[in-house]
């Protein structure tokens, strides 16, 4: 019989101790809160092993975490409870939240400015999972990654580590992915802003950390539900007809069920996102002219298959393509004035150059160097040379330019001149 009773006590007391989360049997409707918590989706700090001293000890850190919306998502601004994190140490300190979001849909590496939506100063239990009230309302748009950072005071560190990427799924549809992967300021790099550069922000400061989740929990509201299943990722795109200025780029074949798609332009980083172009299918098959590009640079494209947003959502970007534009050209157009010469009176030539107008000039006649012109400042588009011509009938004159810039390729170009007889005597 006792043993009957301590059977029947089991269930009880598992149920206790297990996270109680009534809105995971099934998808919400739009408003309700899609929360994870100490032991929920995250399992921000209670339920995962290995919290030491070296993964909390004294710091002064801002950290960020990287994830993804599948859906439209809201931090609330209601005086409710749905920031928080653990403490090594107990204390006094200054905490504050930070987020970043991404401006095109389903592209990584063009956050916006980061802001903050939550700050405060109380005091903190060590070992305690500590909240607060957003103080600023967040809206996350579907299908956009953002980043979220906390910056804590000196008894806090926020990360720790995680065997897999974490998603928040309710029913059968994952509303937010964590992509496992922080970036922090170490001890000494105090940061309280600033998107990291590996994202295609400007922030120096920070280390990358793969294999880490941050240790938080955040209770976001869904305002829709994600939309269909994801088109089926496009091909690397191929590259062709590079110029100095452009390249065409293509795909041999076009995803199903694709409306359109979305050309990004990257730096050579892959991450930074310089440019977005829509690209109709036909394009893609054909060969799309991207234009615009800046001379010997190099630079990265990918393609997004653009859905309808009902029955598909858009596919992820594909892998990227490198390639390098051409050295830019340049030409030189020459005039004298006046436009023939006598003999030993001055004549002026002026080399006017055309695509690139930085550089120096160099100015020859019949083949040798003219004295004092041999390496001639372009001013505006301009360089000019004062020539005494000492050789009678028709003489050749060539000027040579070489631009300031390694991207572009320099030029010369040639023209004669009759000088006659000098006319008067000494």
Known sequence: MKL?????????????????????????SVGTTVAWSSGSYFDAYSA????????????????????????PL????????????????GGSN???????????????????????????????????FNQNAATTVVNIPARRYFIIG???????????????????QIGSLTYLTALNTIYYAPHA??????????LGGSSTAFTTYNGYVAMYSIAFTATGTPTGPALTTPDTPTVGSISANGVTVSNSGVVANAQNYQLNLYASN?????????????????????????????????????????NYSNSAVSNLRSFTTLNGSTSVTIGFSPSSGSARSNVSITATTTGFTSGRMAFFTNGKRIPRCLAVAVV???????????????NFVSATFTPASSSYNGSTSSKSIFIERRSTLR
């Open 150 to 168: 906390i910056h804590t005071g000196a008894y806090y560190r926020t990360f720790k580590t995680s065997a897999s990427n974490r998603s928040a």
């Open 74 to 89: 809201t931090i609330a601004a209601d005086g409710v409870n749905r920031l928080g994190f653990n403490t090594y140490a």
């Open 4 to 28: 009957k009773r301590i059977l029947l006590a089991i269930p009880l007391i598992a149920s206790l101790i297990a996270p109680i989360n009534a809105s995971h049997a099934a998808a919400p």
């Open 48 to 71: 995962q092993s290995g919290i030491t001293t070296s993964d909390l000890s004294a710091t002064n850190d801002l950290v960020w975490q990287l994830y993804y919306a599948h859906a």
């Open 270 to 310: 892959g991450t930074t996102l310089l440019d977005t172009k829509t690209v109709t299918n036909a394009q893609v098959t054909s060969g799309f002219a991207l234009t615009g590009l800046t001379p010997n640079t190099s630079y990265k494209v990918g393609f997004i298959a653009v859905a309808s947003g009902v």
């Open 189 to 198: 790099n105090s940061v309280f802003s600033g998107v990291p550069t590996a």
């Open 94 to 128: 200054s905490w504050n939240y930070r987020v970043a979001i991404s401006t095109v849909d389903d592209t990584l590496g063009s956050f916006g400015p980061d802001t903050a939506f939550a700050s405060g100063s109380s005091g903190y239990t060590a070992g305690g």
């Open 380 to 394: 505006g588009s301009s360089s000019t040379c004062v020539w005494k011509p000492s050789v009678k009938g028709f």
